[in-house]
């Protein structure tokens, strides 16, 4: 039976595999505009990731790691998409629906003040 610290390291890893791959296909999604084109190159990049997984030296790991982050950061889209609803977007927060609550709830009138200056002063 595998001890809570191995399987830790293994989630841990696990996650971070993900998370490089993921950031992979999108930056290559953001040079890329026709999505079949792109499916070839996801292939080749999910080939890569392929072809590492059976390795177990955590050294040797952590170079492949230091390598695909450098590459990865050499490639990353100077400019890279964003959808226009997301935060950041063209459309973020454009056109919001008007406030529910009243504009004057946080100072309510007391008594009746009647406004000085207004039409003259009436006596």
Do not use: C
Request: aromatic share 12%; hydrophobic share 35%.
């Amino acid at each position: 039976m595998a001890s809570p610290v191995t399987n830790t390291f293994a989630s841990a890893h696990r996650q971070y595999v993900q998370s490089l791959y993921r950031r992979t296909l999108k930056n290559t999604l953001d040079w890329t505009i026709r999505r079949d084109v792109w499916r070839g190159q996801a292939m080749q990049i999910r080939a890569r990731f392929e072809s590492n997984r059976h390795v177990k030296d955590p050294r040797q790991l952590a170079q492949i790691f230091e390598k695909a982050e450098a590459t990865l950061a050499a490639w990353k889209h100077p400019d890279p998409y964003i959808p226009p609803t997301a935060p950041a977007g063209t459309k973020w927060e454009r056109n919001l629906p008007p406030p529910t609550e009243s504009p004057y709830a946080h100072d309510p009138p007391t008594q009746f003040e009647p406004i000085k200056g207004f039409f003259g002063s009436r006596k």
